[in-house]
């Protein structure tokens, strides 16, 4: 198996609280046919990208935006914190905003997963080449400990077992950091809610640990997205 998955298999994983739901309305008559996502209007895109960071970080955060060909800069940051809507997938939105060693080291991963994956290229097949540039030094992991906001109510895992709904979390860098580690287990976080787990080991590896109350947050609609993109699904 990958040490890079392309969906969010690790962390869908006995997280009872994601729902299925359409990501991108549009897309769906493509999905099963192209591998290329679909591309947003800018104004869309970067409410998006900017919906990750805390509000206190957004004024001044840089945007990355997804053009077709790949993530192109959309506005410079002034703060060191840069802000993209991760595709790991054809149908996935994952707005994510990175300090500023997540923007050194991790964006250029996401932006050359864009590019690749908007030639067509199989997401597989992706991650095999990006493994290999870890291996080859092109790419690296944070240096030191820090953060990437995932606040949006726009987060949407796609993966074998379709398209998903994750609540607004942070993440904090954990390079080669393994769930085995941690002690955590398929079904764990069934019975306790609360406990940290490992998304995407591997040397831009994750610790994640949910609030409860993230799930239960109102989920509102961006406007700048109307007729773009799915609202975000209410609580069932």
Sequence with gaps: MSKYPTGAAVLLAGLAMIVTTPAVAQQDHEVDHANVPVVLERGCEVAIALAASPDHLRE???VWAYDGEGFVRHRESGN???CIVNRDHARALKPVCFDAEGARTIVPKIRRFGELLAQGQDPG????SIEATFERGEFESPA???VAFMLSNYNRPAGANGVGWFPPHVMYYAPNLTNADIGFAPGTARGVPG???VAYQGPQGYLVAL???AAEQPRTALPECEGQVDPPPQQQ
């Design 80 to 82: 060191g914190f840069d």
């Design 60 to 62: 001044e955060a840089g």
């Design 211 to 213: 609030d409860s109350r």
């Design 144 to 146: 030191r400990p820090g």
């Design 125 to 128: 097949e992706i991650n095999a």
């Design 195 to 197: 406990l940290p787990f």
